[in-house]
């Protein structure tokens, strides 16, 4: 049975202001990027330039690329890192441990606190010299033949650097930098308590039976892990891999904070790039919007891979 | 035995890394700018500077950045619980023409990340004339796909009884959702709120393009602007970085469950 009319129209009044909102802020905005992206839109000219913007992009802007490449660095460099640490402590933490509760509101902590003010806090970490933690703990470490390091402020590439103090020439790998590196361990450090908490989630949702019959044949420590943890789990790691890919390709308010000293660029990701079309100077506003659509496709594409690929893979039990 | 002993250690080194960072932001905001100064650095302040917070208070408009960002995230949130009680509860207990239709249009659009939209959503925003308002900050964000949907879960669950019984008594649904459901789910209902609140208090970007004026800027915006001013001392930075994020970290102490219940629900529902 079809419902009534009126009853159609209640439906429609309770759910008017969140359509509203979602709608003009949500969905237009992205008809409306599309559309400004063919435009070479300024705050005086608005002037239709057809693909002018894509191909400036895709071909005649290294910058664009230079962002893309960092953005990709900044993804492959904390999304496996960030999810094997947090296997690791989340399987420690769903043994029957004392303190469970304690540890897990630790490691939580960073993911809640705000992005802005403990990057603040991790820039000063990062400060090159003396007074940062980080080169206190290396002069600690290594005495006096510490190097000076620059760490957030460092556009040089981390692999060339690392070649250097081996005495080794490699200064051709001048990607990623030691600044990206640097915003890359605050990125880990921040968002480890997030996949801890999901995978905990996943690891109850497990029936203990398959994991008490697992230890029964003789499957302990790393091989119970590997061979039926694992597996068992993969559904949430591939949700875990899916979010964080596309966050990290959404990042920006690290980047900014961190990495502002950091002037050439061998930091900015995709989303930075797009702030800084619109925000420092005037005229790209149009060009903006075009990198934001490839931005979007790139995220639209990401998914739609590692459902195909991955999620084909992925054990529902 | 011994087992125990090695998860527990690996866990303990674990949790200091985790709050080192705090620890020294803590301990470098009760220095003098001296101590800051010192090579190696000074772990710990010789006597604790209180006074450097209201010092890091009084160098920047915090006070004003403060109460904006309060009113932006009090009102985000209530606009939040508003607008997803409503969608919730229709979602959920109502009947109408298009529902599966609308909501499967609607967890679409959470595949839209935010930053894709921000150069036409501010150009909306300045075309409407609110640009460097509290409606440029609070309107956009008064919708959330994910407490519609978290909501909706749970009005599912309300035993079906409960309408009935209202009914017979008189009760439409507009009554039933407001004197009847809505109290019995408030733990829901502080989830959803917190997650709100949390993603408006902490939120950056939008507010850095669509304000203008000191008077305007949120608490996040403001310490940014300050920690990029040549003067600025660490200690103070330090101190206002901790009274940034003290709301946020006040209300996780108190209502810790609910933040990771959010979280999860986020995660497994999906």
């Known amino acids: 049975m079809k419902p009534s009319l009126l009853a159609s129209l209640r439906g429609y009044g309770y759910i008017a202001p969140a359509v509203l909102v979602l709608g003009v802020f949500g969905v237009f905005p992205l008809f409306y990027g599309f559309y400004v992206s063919w435009f070479d839109w300024g705050l005086t000219v608005e002037r239709f330039v057809g693909f002018a913007n894509y191909s400036r992009a895709l071909f005649d802007d290294a910058d664009f690329w230079r962002a893309l490449r960092v953005t990709v660095y900044y993804a492959i460099g904390t999304v496996p890192v960030t999810m094997a640490i947090a296997f690791v402590i989340a399987n420690l933490l769903f043994q029957r441990i004392r303190g469970r509760s304690w540890y897990r509101m630790i490691y939580f902590l960073p993911y809640i606190t705000s992005t802005v003010a403990a990057a603040a806090v991790w820039r000063w970490v990062f400060y090159p010299h003396r007074q940062g933690l980080a080169s206190s703990l290396l002069a600690w470490l290594m005495g006096g033949g510490a190097p000076d390091v620059q760490w957030v402020q460092d556009s040089r590439g981390v692999i060339a650097l690392l070649g250097e103090w081996m005495g080794m020439d490699l200064s051709a790998w001048a990607e990623p930098s030691l600044a990206l590196v640097c915003v890359m361990v605050f990125s880990i450090w921040h968002s480890l308590g997030f996949h801890i908490v999901i995978m905990l989630a996943g690891l109850t949702a497990i029936p203990k039976e398959l994991l008490e019959a697992a230890s029964i044949d003789g499957a302990t420590g790393f091989k119970r892990a590997r061979y039926v943890t694992l597996p068992l789990l993969s559904p949430t790691l591939f949700f875990l891999l899916l979010i964080s890919t596309i966050r990290a390709f959404r990042t920006f308010n690290e980047v900014y904070v961190m990495a502002s000293g950091e002037t050439t660029g061998s930091a900015r990701t995709l989303t930075m790039y797009i702030f800084q079309c619109f925000y420092e100077s005037e005229g790209k506003v149009g060009y903006g919007c075009a990198v934001a659509c490839l931005l979007f496709l790139m995220i639209l594409l990401l998914t739609l891979v590692q459902t195909r690929l991955i999620g084909r893979r992925v054990h529902y039990s | ?270």
């Open chain 2, 1 to 270: 035995m011994a087992r125990r002993i090695g998860t527990h250690i690996l866990l303990i080194l674990g949790a200091v890394v985790m709050v080192s960072a705090f620890a020294w932001m803590l301990s470098t905001s009760l220095m003098t700018d001296a101590e800051t100064q010192k090579v190696p650095i000074a772990l710990v302040p010789e006597s604790p500077q209180w006074g450097n917070f209201a010092e890091a208070y009084d160098q920047a408009p915090f006070e004003r950045y403060f109460i904006n960002s309060m009113i932006t995230s009090v009102a985000v949130t209530a606009g939040v619980l508003f607008s997803s009680i409503l969608a919730g509860y229709a979602f959920a207990c109502l009947e109408f023409r298009g529902r599966r239709l609308i909501f499967g249009a609607l967890l679409a659009t959470m595949m839209i990340p935010f930053e894709v939209t921000v150069i036409p959503n501010s150009l909306i925003v300045m075309r409407l004339g609110w640009y460097d308002t509290y409606l440029a900050l609070i309107v956009p964000w008064t919708a959330s796909v994910f407490s519609i949907f978290l909501l909706r879960q749970f009005f599912k669950s309300l035993p079906r009884d409960y309408f009935e019984a209202a009914q017979i008594d008189g009760c439409g649904h507009w009554r039933y959702l407001w004197q009847v459901a809505v109290p019995m789910m408030w733990p829901a209902l502080v989830t959803v709120g917190l997650f709100a609140f949390l993603g408006s208090w902490n939120s950056l970007l939008w507010p850095l393009i669509v304000t203008d004026s000191e008077m305007m800027r949120t608490l996040q915006f403001g310490l940014t602007v300050f920690l990029q001013e040549e003067h600025t001392e660490v200690h103070l930075l330090m101190a206002a970085s901790a009274f940034t994020m003290a709301p946020v970290v006040v209300l996780y102490l108190i209502l810790q469950r609910r933040f990771i219940e959010g979280v999860t629900g986020a995660g497994l529902k999906q």
